[in-house]
């Protein structure tokens, strides 16, 4: 068996960008490396959880004794988190999921002409907050590129996280490390310093395995 502050707990962690098809050959996606997602998995796994990676398309390398689950699409990512969560005590959710995708995906590549092209767009599902089982411990990231703890406090709120991680999208995107603020709905904002993503998941999961315990204790 493992040990480790979250041991006996089953923790799913999402991590990367989606890919939302515009034709067979193109798509909408984002700069998410999956570093930080990649690191979270790790970190948990090392603290003794049993975890599930669900992971968009990354260049990194897959973690072992990690049980990986590849999609593309936010529809995909949502199906394969409502299942995994089934059974976890935690999710912690890292992914860069897209927020809009093609109202059509186009049978056949787009040819190009002289005019103009608009493509319309319409939302993906929101993951996080479309997660509603009781119990479940929720974490959140958020990047953003202004006002951050306000965004940050909003989104604890509009999604019903019992944590969240934010930082400045432009400082941490496809960076070996970040500046993140910790926010819970009981404290004030906590400040981390600069931190390889590696210490700072190992911070993260450190507050998971709390919280996770403290769910069990009630
Ligand atoms: O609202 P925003 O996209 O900034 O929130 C970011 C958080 O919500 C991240 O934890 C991200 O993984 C999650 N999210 C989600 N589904 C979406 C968009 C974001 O679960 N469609």
């Known amino acids: ?12 962690v999402t991590a990367g ?16 490396s999956g570093r930080m997602g ?28 990690v049980e990986v689950v590849h999609v593309q699409t936010a529809a ?8 995994a969560v089934e059974t976890a005590d935690a999710l912690i959710m890292c992914a860069a999921v897209a927020d809009y995708r093609p109202s059509r995906v186009a049978p056949e590549k787009i040819k190009k002409t002289e005019e103009q092209l608009s493509l319309p767009l319409e939302r993906t599902i929101d993951i996080l907050a479309s997660v509603q089982r009781p119990g479940l411990v929720k974490v959140g990231f958020a990047a953003e590129t202004e006002r951050l703890l306000e965004h940050g406090r909003a989104k604890l709120e509009a999604k019903r996280l019992d944590l969240l991680v934010a930082n400045d999208a432009r400082e941490t995107m496809g960076r070996e490390e970040s500046q993140a603020y910790l926010l819970t709905a009981e404290r004030e ?12 998941a190992e911070i993260i999961v450190d507050r998971v ?7 069990r204790a009630t």
């Open 189 to 200: 904002p906590e400040a981390l310093p600069r931190l390889p993503k590696t210490v700072l």
């Open 38 to 65: 990649y690191a979270l998995a790790e970190a948990a796994r090392d603290a003794g959880a049993q975890v599930t990676l669900i992971t968009g398309p990354t260049e990194r390398q897959l973690p072992f004794e």
């Open 76 to 83: 995909e990512m949502a199906e394969a988190v409502q299942a």
């Open 209 to 215: 395995a709390r919280l996770v315990r403290a769910r």
């Open 17 to 32: 960008p989606t890919r939302e098809p515009i034709d067979p050959i193109r798509f909408i996606s984002n700069h998410s």
């Open 1 to 12: 068996g493992r040990h480790g502050p979250l041991a006996g707990a089953r923790v799913v």
